[in-house]
């Protein structure tokens, strides 16, 4: 049974925060709770510039909701894995970027989940897994084409060949995370770095959330085309050419070490 309260929209100046709210069942993905993730994004207010999504509870979350698994026909199958799709696309190629913030379990569709974000952060109880390999089925929620992207095809063929489970420190190296934080403080630094991409002129986030990733996927010489084509949309924007006069009369800050 998937409520409403299963997903909370919280608005924060203009971030949203999106929060997967089944803790009992670890926030497991019912067909209900990804038709409202969907939802969740294509109706984000016109105000939001940027998103956190995070999970109640113990875990972020467990994959798909496995007592819905049952005997499904092979077109009944197939529209299951397009309705994920869809939903995974309205999160990477919906309106703003998505900082997911994860911690204890990130498994199954949990992680195709998460791979579908901008940027993630993980706590150090954050742990990742395809128990896909050892349920029988194969991953349908976009896996194949976005965990491959972040970790290569030859981990993610382990991890679901011997249900290998990758740790924090682990899975930060090996390429799940941008980010590794103490604790209980993934959702502080996912809203922080929110907040921060929240500033980026909307033109610039627009590019790298829906330019970069196919220019990424095309030849080079297309790729250097589209890239020239966006570069030269973006700098004509007038919020582009006031950031650039604020910097040239030092007004903006310099780039600094960190
Ligand atoms: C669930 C699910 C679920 C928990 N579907 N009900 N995903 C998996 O194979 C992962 C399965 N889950 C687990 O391995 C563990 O639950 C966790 C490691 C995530 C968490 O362990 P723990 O000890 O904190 O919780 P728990 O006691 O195992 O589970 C608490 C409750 O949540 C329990 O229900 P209850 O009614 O007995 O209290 C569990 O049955 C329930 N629960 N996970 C349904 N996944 C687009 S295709 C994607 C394909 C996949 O994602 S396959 C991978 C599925």
């Known amino acids: 049974m998937t409520s409403k309260a299963d997903i909370q929209l919280e608005i924060d100046g203009d971030v949203a925060i999106v929060r997967l709210n089944r803790p009992a069942k670890r926030n497991a993905l019912s067909d209900g709770l990804v038709q409202a993730v969907r939802n969740t994004f294509e109706t984000l207010p016109k105000t939001v510039r940027a998103a956190v999504l995070d999970g109640a509870g113990e875990h972020f979350c467990a994959g798909l909701d496995l007592s819905e698994l049952k005997e499904r026909d092979a077109g009944a199958g197939l529209h299951h894995s397009r309705m994920w799709h869809a939903a995974l696309e309205e999160v990477q190629y919906g309106p703003v970027p998505v900082i997911a913030a994860l911690h204890g379990a990130v498994v199954g569709g949990g992680l195709e989940l998460a791979s579908a974000c901008h940027i993630r952060v993980a706590d150090e109880t954050t742990f990742y897994a395809l128990p896909e390999g050892s349920r029988g089925i194969f991953v349908g929620g976009g896996g194949a084409v976005r965990i491959p992207r972040l970790i290569g095809a030859a981990r993610m063929t382990d991890m679901m060949l011997t249900g290998r489970v990758y740790n924090a420190v682990d899975g930060e190296k090996a390429g799940f995370a941008q980010y590794l934080v103490p ?10 770095l929110a907040r921060r ?20 996927e ?17 700098q004509s924007a007038p919020e582009a050419k006031q950031r650039v006069r604020d910097f040239l009369e030092g007004r903006a800050a310099k780039v600094s070490k960190g």
């Open 183 to 192: 604790q209980g403080q993934a959702s502080a630094k996912a809203l922080e």
């Open 197 to 216: 991409v929240a500033q980026n002129a909307p033109l610039t986030n627009y590019a790298l959330m829906h330019a970069l990733p196919r220019i990424a």
């Open 218 to 234: 095309q030849p080079a010489d297309q790729g250097f085309l589209t890239e020239a084509l966006m570069a030269a949309i973006a």
